[in-house]
């Protein structure tokens, strides 16, 4: 069975894109963890939560982004 969808293009925009989105999501989280551990004089602790979910939501939004070049010729 032949598909008539064609593998989008990834390039350096794709990419640039994709970088600034982990950046953002990055920095957002350290952003929000400090001023939670500033707010409640938790430490660290909120810091680190924030770090996680910030490299948690970046990875599964690059998952997400990456996902349609790699399935776009996949017939099932």
Request: glycine fraction near 18%.
């Amino acid at each position: 069975m032949t598909s008539d969808r064609q593998r989008p293009a990834l390039g350096g925009i794709e990419l640039l894109g994709l970088g600034i989105f982990n950046g953002v999501c990055l920095a957002a989280g350290l952003a929000l963890g400090w001023f939670a551990d500033h707010e409640f004089g938790s430490a660290p602790i909120c810091t680190i939560i924030g770090l996680l979910a910030g490299l948690v939501a970046g990875g599964v939004g690059t998952w997400v982004q990456l996902k349609r070049y790699i399935d776009a010729d996949r017939s099932t």
